[in-house]
């Protein structure tokens, strides 16, 4: 397995961010650039999260990352072809940025990346998400992670002011209108949290209607998370299920960390840290449950 690489940039006031390269064998090498420094979404099982927010970051600082990985790694790894806006921060807290930089990319007198290659990723800020689908041409993708209200009010906290139903049915309306148009759901897989069968079969309902395809993805646990990843069978007969259930569907194990590299454990908290959520009664057990 390829190892990403990660990139520390040090901005002009003296902050730190992230981006990670990520390596593909078939060709198709990856940015993920980050839109913040920090976040204050405090998704549960985030590492980014527990950073809180410091500040936005400018479209010029987040172009500069895509840059700056295109000069350094080309040669070593290849062209990179995809930018994911899934670094530190949510992308849609910073709209105005995240639009001009992303429009940027896909410039023909820019970096000219393919729009299609180009993925903003969002926890769901409903009224950003609809004009973000209005003026860029850019794919999005939506952190899902849950089937349930009560699931995602604890894990995702975004979820209290945006609930699933206005959050899913917003996508449908806004992607009828556009015409061979997919978004991306992305699926934390947390052990006994969010993995059951019931949840697979709650997933097919939930996306009907939305042209999607789904990513599964194997948490990456961190220092100080109290949530363990499903095991790889566990996470295969999840997708089975999808698929029997005419999803469109790819699993996505972890890579990169060991080297808190991966998908939600870029960043480094300070001594004030966003606070962890009150554990739902009924999911107390399969948080305390033996690895």
Same mark, same amino acid.
């Given at each position: 397995?390829?190892?990403?690489?990660?990139?520390?940039?040090?901005?002009?006031?003296?902050?730190?961010?992230?981006?990670? *390269?990520?390596?593909?064998?078939? +060709?198709?090498?990856?940015?993920?650039?980050?839109?913040?420094?920090?976040?204050?979404? %405090?998704?549960?099982?985030?590492?980014? +999260?527990?950073?809180?927010?410091?500040?936005? $970051?400018?479209?010029?600082?987040?172009?500069?990352?895509?840059?700056?990985?295109?000069?350094?790694?080309? &040669?070593? #790894?290849?062209?990179?072809?995809?930018? #994911?806006?899934?670094?530190?921060?949510?992308? $849609?807290?910073? #709209?105005? %940025? #995240? *639009?001009?930089?992303?429009?940027?990319?896909?410039?023909?007198?820019?970096?000219?990346?393919? !729009?299609?290659?180009?993925?903003?990723?969002?926890?769901?800020?409903?009224?950003?998400?609809?004009?973000?689908?209005? &003026?860029?041409?850019?794919?999005?993708?939506?952190?899902? %992670?849950?089937?349930? @209200?009560?699931?995602? %009010?604890?894990?995702?906290?975004?979820?209290? =002011?945006? =609930?699933? @139903?206005?959050?899913?049915?917003?996508?449908?309306?806004?992607?009828?209108?556009?015409?061979?148009?997919?978004? $991306?759901?992305?699926?934390?897989?947390?052990?006994?949290?969010?993995?059951?069968?019931?949840?697979?079969?709650?997933?097919?309902?939930?996306?009907?209607?939305?042209?999607?395809?789904?990513?599964?993805?194997?948490?990456?646990?961190?220092?100080?998370?109290?949530?363990?990843?499903? !095991?790889?069978?566990? *996470?295969?007969?999840?997708?089975?299920?999808?698929?029997?259930?005419?999803?469109?569907?790819?699993?996505?194990?972890?890579?990169?960390?060991?080297?808190?590299?991966?998908? +939600?454990?870029?960043?480094?908290?300070?001594?004030?840290?966003?606070?962890?959520?009150?554990?739902?009664? &009924?999911?107390?057990?399969? $948080?305390?449950?033996?690895?």
């Amino acid at each position: 397995m390829e190892l990403n690489y990660v990139i520390l940039f040090s901005l002009e006031d003296g902050l730190v961010i992230e981006t990670v *390269i990520i390596p593909c064998d078939r +060709g198709r090498n990856t940015v993920c650039v980050s839109s913040q420094v920090g976040c204050a979404m %405090n998704c549960q099982f985030c590492y980014t +999260g527990r950073m809180g927010l410091t500040r936005h $970051l400018t479209a010029a600082e987040i172009v500069e990352q895509a840059v700056f990985a295109r000069r350094l790694f080309s &040669e070593e #790894v290849g062209p990179i072809s995809n930018v #994911v806006f899934m670094g530190m921060g949510e992308p $849609l807290h910073n #709209v105005e %940025n #995240v *639009i001009q930089a992303a429009h940027i990319m896909v410039h023909e007198q820019g970096l000219h990346f393919s !729009p299609r290659k180009v993925t903003v990723s969002t926890s769901g800020l409903v009224p950003q998400l609809k004009r973000f689908l209005h &003026e860029s041409n850019c794919a999005l993708a939506v952190s899902l %992670n849950a089937t349930t @209200d009560e699931v995602r %009010n604890w894990i995702m906290p975004i979820n209290r =002011k945006y =609930k699933l @139903d206005l959050l899913l049915q917003t996508l449908r309306e806004e992607l009828h209108r556009k015409k061979n148009y997919k978004v $991306l759901f992305e699926y934390v897989m947390l052990a006994g949290v969010n993995d059951s069968i019931e949840d697979a079969k709650r997933l097919i309902d939930l996306v009907q209607g939305i042209p999607c395809k789904i990513n599964l993805i194997s948490f990456n646990p961190h220092s100080g998370s109290q949530f363990r990843p499903t !095991p790889e069978e566990k *996470i295969i007969e999840f997708r089975n299920i999808l698929a029997e259930g005419g999803c469109t569907v790819f699993l996505r194990l972890s890579r990169g960390d060991d080297q808190m590299a991966a998908c +939600g454990q870029l960043g480094k908290p300070g001594p004030l840290q966003a606070p962890l959520l009150r554990v739902p009664q &009924e999911f107390q057990m399969a $948080l305390n449950a033996p690895a």
